[in-house]
C-alpha cells in the first residue's frame, strides 16, 4: 500500500508565528525540528496502518532555498521517503502510478478564516480568496484536488481545529481529522504539547490507513473554473497575458477548463 504525506508546516503543533516556518528567521531551525518529528508521528503510523511505501512530499514555502525543503533529512524515519520539489503541486509521479491514500499532514486554514493560526492560501499577503466552481476553498482543497485528480483519497487532515472543521465541511463528515492546537487566532494558539500531539497523530493515521473504505476523494467538478481575488490590481497584471487565464475585474482572475488540474496548471504552475 503506498501512501503520500503532503505535509505543511504552519500546522505543526507548538507552532503559530512566522518566525517558526520562514527561512533564516531566529525560530526556523526549531519549526523545522517540530515539523520533521511530527512528520515522523504520521510515518510511523502509516507503516502502523499496513502502508508498504510512504513518500512525504513538504508542500511548505519557507523562502529561498528553503522552500518545500524544511524537513531535517537525516532526522527522518528511515523507512520512508521524501520528496524535494521546485513548485509546489509539481511532483505528481506517485499519484501518477497510482497511490492508494494520502494525508495531509500540518495544515492550515484558508486566508481570512477566523481564528485560523498562520492562516493564509497560496500567498500569505497577495490572495485573498480562491474559488474551485464558486466554492471558498484553501491549500486543503488544493491539495485534495491534486490527489483527486488521480483519483486518490485523502484519509486524514491535521492541523489546528479551524482547519480540521474545513476540511471536514469541504470532504464530508467521514474525513478523518486530528486536531493539535486550538486556533486563538492568526498568531496565537492553545496547543497540544508535541509529544502527546505526535501520539495522536500517530493513533489517527495507523486507524485512517488501516480503514480507508470511507476516505473522501475530493473532485471540485468538471468543467471547472477556478477564480482567484488577489489583493491589489498589479497581482493581477501579472497574469494579464497567461494563455488561459481571464481577467474579469481589478484584482480578480480566472481559469476555466474541462478538469481541475489543467485549470489549474494555467493559473498556478
Ligand atoms: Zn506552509
Known amino acids: 500500500m503506498k501512501?503520500?504525506?503532503i505535509?505543511?508546516?504552519?500546522?505543526?503543533?507548538?507552532?503559530?508565528?512566522?518566525?517558526?516556518v520562514n527561512a533564516g528567521a531566529d525560530g526556523y531551525e526549531e519549526g523545522r525540528r517540530l515539523y520533521t518529528e511530527e512528520l515522523n508521528a504520521a510515518v510511523r503510523g502509516a507503516f502502523e496502518g499496513g502502508a508498504s511505501e510512504v513518500v512525504v512530499m513538504d508542500c511548505h514555502g519557507a523562502g529561498g532555498d528553503r522552500s518545500f525543503n524544511s524537513l531535517i533529512p537525516d532526522a527522518l524515519d528511515e523507512r520512508c521517503e521524501f520528496v524535494v520539489q521546485h513548485e509546489w503541486t509539481g511532483y505528481t509521479e506517485l499519484l501518477?502510478?497510482?497511490?492508494?491514500?494520502?494525508?495531509?499532514?500540518?495544515?492550515?486554514a484558508r486566508a481570512g478564516a477566523e481564528r485560523g493560526v498562520l492562516s493564509h492560501t497560496v500567498s500569505s499577503t497577495r490572495w485573498h480568496e480562491l474559488r474551485f466552481n464558486g466554492v471558498a476553498v484553501?491549500?486543503?482543497?488544493?491539495?485534495?484536488?491534486?490527489c483527486g485528480t488521480w483519483g486518490c483519497p485523502v484519509?486524514?487532515?491535521s492541523g489546528d481545529d479551524v482547519v480540521c472543521a474545513e476540511a471536514a465541511e469541504l470532504l464530508g463528515p467521514a474525513l478523518r481529522t486530528?486536531?493539535?492546537?486550538?486556533?486563538?487566532?492568526?498568531?496565537?494558539?492553545r496547543h497540544v504539547a508535541p509529544a502527546r500531539a505526535r501520539g495522536m497523530l500517530e493513533t489517527g493515521v495507523m486507524q485512517a490507513v488501516s480503514r480507508l473504505r470511507d476516505a473522501p476523494v475530493y473532485d471540485p467538478g468538471a468543467p471547472c473554473t477556478i477564480t482567484v481575488e488577489l489583493a491589489t490590481p498589479d497581482d493581477a497584471d501579472v497574469?494579464?497575458?497567461r494563455e488561459g487565464v481571464t481577467l474579469t475585474g481589478p484584482r480578480t482572475v480566472e481559469s476555466q477548463a474541462p478538469r481541475w488540474w489543467d485549470a489549474w496548471r494555467r493559473l498556478y504552475l
Request: proline share 0%; with cysteine; aromatic share 6%.
Open 3 to 5: 501512501v503520500l504525506i
Open 7 to 20: 505535509s505543511d508546516m504552519e500546522g505543526v503543533a507548538g507552532i503559530c508565528r512566522w518566525n517558526q
Open 96 to 108: 501518477e502510478t497510482g497511490c492508494d491514500a494520502a494525508l495531509l499532514v500540518g495544515q492550515h
Open 138 to 146: 484553501g491549500e486543503v482543497g488544493i491539495n485534495a484536488a491534486l
Open 155 to 157: 484519509a486524514l487532515v
Open 178 to 189: 486530528v486536531t493539535v492546537k486550538q486556533g486563538l487566532g492568526r498568531f496565537s494558539a
Open 239 to 241: 497574469y494579464r497575458h
